[in-house]
């Protein structure tokens, strides 16, 4: 069995940062692609950003220049730092992986976690 869970989340004034983690445990034998999606009130959940094995990176427009992931690939840990937030940031953030497991491999298959708090005050 596979968990991801985010931590960091909480209350910012625009114009601040946080760093989002997203930690990846069970029977990993591989974590493919990672990436922070977000769905604020009376919206769709969209995309943030997607980092791959490369690693390879991309950006919703919206957050580039402001928001930068990374990943730790011994520690199965990726990252979104957000600097320069603005209240439209505010949502629930998850984190997202495409992973195969000791059991599945090569298949792989998609994980969330449970999602985490990112409030923007104006």
């Known amino acids: 069995q596979v968990q991801l869970v985010e931590s960091g989340g909480g209350l910012v004034q625009a114009g601040g940062s946080l760093r989002l983690s997203c930690a990846a445990s069970?029977?990993?034998?591989?974590?493919?692609?990672m990436a922070w999606y977000r769905q604020a009130p009376g919206k769709q959940r969209e995309l943030v950003a997607t980092i791959t094995s490369s690693p390879t990176t991309n950006y919703a427009d919206s957050v580039k220049g402001r928001f930068t992931i990374s990943r730790d690939n011994a520690k199965n840990i990726w990252y979104i730092q957000m600097n320069s937030l603005k209240p439209e940031d505010t949502a629930v953030y998850y984190c997202y992986a495409v992973i195969q497991t000791v059991q599945t491999r090569p298949y792989t298959y998609q994980f969330w976690g449970q999602g985490t708090q990112v409030t923007v005050s104006p």
């Open positions: 069970g029977n990993i034998f591989r974590i493919n692609t």
